[in-house]
Nanobody, 124 residues
Framework: QVHLVESGGGSVQAGGSLRLSCAASADTYSGACMGWFRQAPGKEREGVAA????????FYADSVKGRFIISQDKAKNTAYLQMNNLKPEDTAMYYC?????????????????WGQGTQVTVSS
């Protein structure tokens, strides 16, 4: 069975940092895309960042480029999202997701597996 387990959410002040982690099963992780998505109340779910687990290619939404970094530890089947210089508009529920290799890795509807989410709240 596929399990995606997120951790690392919390509450921070604007300008602070958080690191999110997403642990997956080895079968799901290998040869896949791992993505981070977020959804604020009353808003659509949006792609934040993604990584090809096989070759470390990364992808970012324009809104987080230069502030967020996605990375992985393949030995631990874990993807990370380092979030720096957080802003109040980053406040959302953050979800990790997994899929076979995707040509559009920031499109949520293409992903097969989803975690339960971890809340990130940024205050001004």
């Amino acid at each position: 069975q596929v399990h995606l387990v997120e951790s690392g959410g919390g509450s921070v002040q604007a300008g602070g940092s958080l690191r999110l982690s997403c642990a997956a099963s080895a079968d799901t992780y290998s040869g896949a895309c791992m993505g981070w998505f977020r959804q604020a109340p009353g808003k659509e779910r949006e792609g934040v960042a993604a990584i090809y687990t096989s070759n470390d290619n990364t992808f970012y939404a324009d809104s987080v480029k230069g502030r967020f970094i996605i990375s992985q530890d393949k030995a631990k089947n874990t993807a990370y999202l380092q979030m720096n210089n957080l802003k109040p508009e980053d406040t959302a529920m953050y979800y990790c997701a997994a899929a076979p290799l995707l040509t559009s890795p920031l499109v949520a509807s293409l992903y097969y597996y989803w975690g339960q989410g971890t809340q990130v709240t940024v205050s001004s």
